[in-house]
């Protein structure tokens, strides 16, 4: 199976060494599920976007630094991307910035919130999980990196994971989409020197207890969970 990488954004320079891109992460964190997937990298940030949406079996968008209502000149083009690819029930995964935009082609709305900034490991209770999903556990664990959310969910979607923080966390679109506004692919160390160079950005209160929970025995995500179920999803037409 291929995987096509719609590549949004990239890693911090001073980070990208010790962890790769946000590619690289999406790479190592499918395969560690599934070593026989293949995997091609769509920089669309720079205008270089896939000749057909027949060139790979699944879609995953990366996060980003960006914000969706930037409405940048490739951000429009991907959202037309995006609303092909649903209509022509292609499986599409999102990861945060992936979540939102996709959100907003389907007709949802997108803002920088007004309860600030979401870092460290965040907890989102399941709330109508789908069939294929029936298995999952009661509270999912993620990595988060993110000021915006979706704040009005697209009519054809479902939240099926939310926490207090952020309500709309975890949206499934029929049996074609899955979205995450937090990270799978970002692992605890990531996350913490993540945390730790965007300190000052990040207000320093929440940026250090989010580093004391980080670097302490019980950090952990649900990653593993969250791979299976974006394999689900980005399998389902092979299944079909």
């Given at each position: 199976?291929?995987?096509?990488?719609?590549?949004t954004?990239?890693?911090?320079?001073?980070?990208?060494?010790?962890?790769?891109?946000?590619?690289?992460?999406?790479?190592g964190?499918l395969?560690?599920?599934?070593?026989?997937?293949?995997?091609?990298?769509?920089?669309?940030?720079?205008?270089?976007?896939?000749?057909?949406?027949?060139?790979?079996?699944?879609w995953?968008?990366?996060?980003?630094?960006?914000?969706?209502?930037e409405?940048?000149?490739?951000?429009?083009?991907?959202?037309?991307?995006?609303?092909?690819?649903?209509?022509?029930r292609?499986?599409?995964?999102?990861?945060?910035?992936?979540?939102?935009?996709?959100?907003?082609?389907?007709?949802?709305?997108?803002?920088?919130?007004a309860?600030?900034?979401?870092?460290?490991?965040?907890?989102?209770?399941?709330?109508?999980?789908?069939?294929?999903l029936?298995?999952?556990?009661?509270?999912?664990?993620?990595?988060?990196?993110?000021?915006?959310?979706?704040?009005?969910?697209?009519p054809?979607?479902?939240?099926?994971?939310?926490?207090?923080?952020?309500p709309n966390?975890?949206?499934?679109?029929?049996?074609?989409?899955?979205?995450?506004?937090?990270?799978?692919?970002?692992?605890v160390?990531?996350?913490?020197?993540?945390?730790?160079?965007?300190?000052?950005?990040?207000p320093?209160?929440?940026a250090?207890?989010?580093?004391?929970?980080?670097?302490?025995?019980?950090?952990?995500?649900?990653?593993?969970?969250?791979?299976?179920?974006?394999?689900?999803?980005?399998?389902?037409?092979?299944?079909?």
């Amino acid at each position: 199976m291929r995987i096509g990488i719609l590549e949004t954004g990239r890693t911090p320079p001073d980070l990208i060494g010790a962890y790769g891109s946000y590619a690289d992460m999406i790479r190592g964190l499918l395969t560690s599920a599934d070593p026989g997937l293949e995997f091609v990298v769509y920089p669309v940030l720079e205008d270089q976007f896939p000749d057909s949406i027949d060139a790979c079996d699944g879609w995953v968008i990366t996060g980003s630094r960006h914000g969706v209502y930037e409405n940048l000149p490739w951000m429009l083009r991907l959202q037309d991307l995006l609303r092909t690819l649903v209509a022509e029930r292609r499986p599409v995964v999102g990861i945060c910035f992936g979540h939102q935009i996709l959100a907003q082609a389907l007709g949802g709305r997108v803002e920088k919130s007004a309860k600030g900034w979401g870092v460290g490991i965040h907890e989102y209770s399941l709330t109508a999980p789908p069939q294929a999903l029936a298995d999952a556990p009661p509270v999912l664990k993620l990595s988060a990196m993110h000021q915006d959310q979706v704040v009005e969910v697209p009519p054809s979607a479902t939240v099926v994971a939310s926490s207090d923080f952020c309500p709309n966390a975890v949206l499934v679109y029929g049996d074609t989409a899955l979205s995450f506004q937090g990270h799978p692919e970002f692992g605890v160390p990531f996350e913490a020197d993540l945390v730790a160079l965007r300190r000052g950005l990040i207000p320093e209160p929440l940026a250090d207890a989010a580093l004391t929970d980080l670097k302490s025995e019980a950090a952990k995500t649900d990653a593993a969970v969250a791979a299976d179920w974006m394999l689900r999803f980005l399998k389902r037409q092979q299944a079909a």
